[in-house]
């Protein structure tokens, strides 16, 4: 599943894309704030400062350092060079009862992230930005001539919208806050953004390559797949579990760290390896020699589309879609089917998923039901989010339903005429078929019959050939860097 932080930005940046007004976006990135006397305030613990021996050293760190001065914070844990003070109370044996008050936040602290957050909404929402519990890290102001978004990650911010509202809130937040102006935003989250004429491409080739150099696999020859084909037979699969005869690979094959790389790759301009990356993840704890094979099977299929990546249409010609699937029986091992579905605007992939369903489906109908129940869960949150941009930001909206395409018939069907009690579908829980079709009837969605062969979900369900496979990556937005 799509990362949040790379979901917003993502979002923000497709819906600026049919707004001719948008600018480029812009990066800053957080320094401290105005006053503050600390000289090395991205450093943890004491922030770099020795604190001396005087007792008036506590009230110097806290003058010092970040973030809110109106909060107490307590530490148990002593500070990195602080003593105690010859003639104090504090004796050194019952140094481990004591705690240390700090009246503002020190970086390194589990607290300290939420009390940036809060400083910095604090003082936005002061200057007339408004943002929403659907995404409380994006901040919006429109101004009668053009608009500006923030969208905060941590301590990295992203600022889009008209050009003249862009260098105003530059410049009242340097005023504020000491902050790194880093000009046009070129990489982000990991990401690498190149503008075009006609829209943004989002990649992660630099990436890639150091993740296949670091895995030895920099040399690999590239194949067509990420997967092989998956036998009928449970005995041949090749993504089976352990078996007695087998022997589990010991802590020098890097077998977690290759399925972390994977997982971001997958999460964040990859999704057409997601469902490979799941079923080799579910064997993070008893990986085998036939399971590191097919992780290498995936590091030669990137070898091959080092340059991928997501491109993103300024003039985009259809709006949000949905497509959903299921793969029954994909863990036939333990009776699981499979989830997956993808959401597209503009024809290239915002968010997707590739999960295996928590609980044993009875049919392939069953399986897609569940699927059709997650994908408007996703498309009433996305739609949520897209409304909220557009609206703040003074962007035109359209009020459609979202389609959905799905391939089984006969669930698209019953979710149109209402559930239906028979042998077949009675044991299934009412609030499968209840949440899908009060959203249709909402026009929330609109749910579509479609052939598997068009259903880019099939991608996020199943091991697919190889010309169906290339099919359904084009039709989500992947495309190669040197082809735009």
Not at 88 to 95: G, I, P, R, T, Y
Not at 118 to 140: D, H, M, Q, T, W
Not at 344 to 368: C, D, F, H, M, P
Not at 406 to 429: F, R, W
Request: aromatic fraction near 10%; glycine fraction near 6%; include cysteine.
């Amino acid at each position: 599943m799509i990362s949040p932080g790379v979901h917003t930005l993502w979002l923000i940046l497709i819906l600026l894309l049919i707004n001719a007004r948008a600018s480029e976006p812009v990066q800053l990135k957080r320094g401290r704030p105005k006053g503050s006397k600390d000289k090395y305030p991205r450093k943890k613990k004491n922030c770099g400062v020795k604190v001396p021996d005087e007792p008036k050293c506590l009230q110097d760190i806290s003058e010092q350092v970040l973030v809110e001065p109106d909060k107490e914070v307590r530490q148990d844990d002593e500070p990195e060079g602080f003593k105690i003070p010859k003639g104090s109370k504090m004796l050194e044996a019952s140094k481990g009862l004591c705690s240390v008050k700090l009246q503002r936040s020190l970086y390194g602290l589990k607290q300290s992230g939420r009390m940036w957050y809060n400083r910095l909404s604090e003082y936005l929402l002061s200057k007339g930005y408004v943002n929403n519990a659907i995404c409380p890290c994006v901040f919006i102001k429109k101004f009668s001539t053009g608009f500006v978004i923030i969208a905060v990650y941590v301590d990295d911010l992203n600022m889009i919208g008209t050009q003249k509202e862009i260098d105003d809130a530059r410049t009242h937040m340097k005023d504020e806050f000491e902050m790194k102006d880093l000009g046009k935003t070129k990489f982000c989250l990991g990401l690498q953004i190149k503008y075009f004429q006609d829209g943004i491409f989002l990649h992660q080739s630099n990436y890639t390559k150091r993740v296949l150099k670091r895995f030895y696999m920099d040399k690999a020859t590239p194949l067509s797949c990420p997967m092989v084909n998956r036998s009928l037979d449970v005995n041949k699969d090749p993504f089976r579990p352990q078996e007695d005869s087998e022997e589990m690979l010991g802590p020098e094959v890097p077998y977690m760290s290759a399925i972390g790389a994977l997982m971001d790759l997958a999460n964040c301009t990859r999704p057409y390896i997601a469902f490979a990356t799941n079923l080799l993840a579910r064997y993070s704890s008893s990986p085998t020699r036939r399971h590191w094979n097919e992780i290498k099977h995936i590091f030669h299929y990137l070898q091959g589309t080092i340059e991928f990546g997501l491109y993103y249409s300024r003039n985009p010609e259809v709006g949000l879609v949905g497509f959903a699937d299921a793969g029954y029986l994909s863990d036939p091992h333990k009776a699981r089917s499979q989830t997956g579905y993808v959401f597209t605007y503009g024809g290239t992939a915002i968010s997707w998923r590739s999960q295996k369903q928590t609980l044993v489906a009875t049919s392939s109908n069953y399986a897609e039901i569940i699927a059709l129940h997650e994908a408007c869960r996703e498309s009433v949150w996305l739609r949520s989010l897209i409304q909220h941009i557009q609206e703040a930001s003074g962007v035109s909206t359209k009020k459609e339903p979202t389609t959905i395409y799905e391939v089984n018939s006969a669930c698209v069907t019953q979710l149109k005429e209402g559930y239906i009690n028979s042998d077949m579908t009675k044991h299934i829980p009412p609030r499968y078929f209840s949440y899908t079709q009060e959203s249709e009837k909402n026009q929330e969605v609109d749910i579509q019959y479609a052939r598997s062969s068009d259903n880019a979900a099939d991608l996020f369900t199943k091991a697919l050939p190889t010309t169906v496979f290339k099919k359904h990556v084009q039709s989500i937005g992947i495309r190669r860097l040197q082809d735009l």
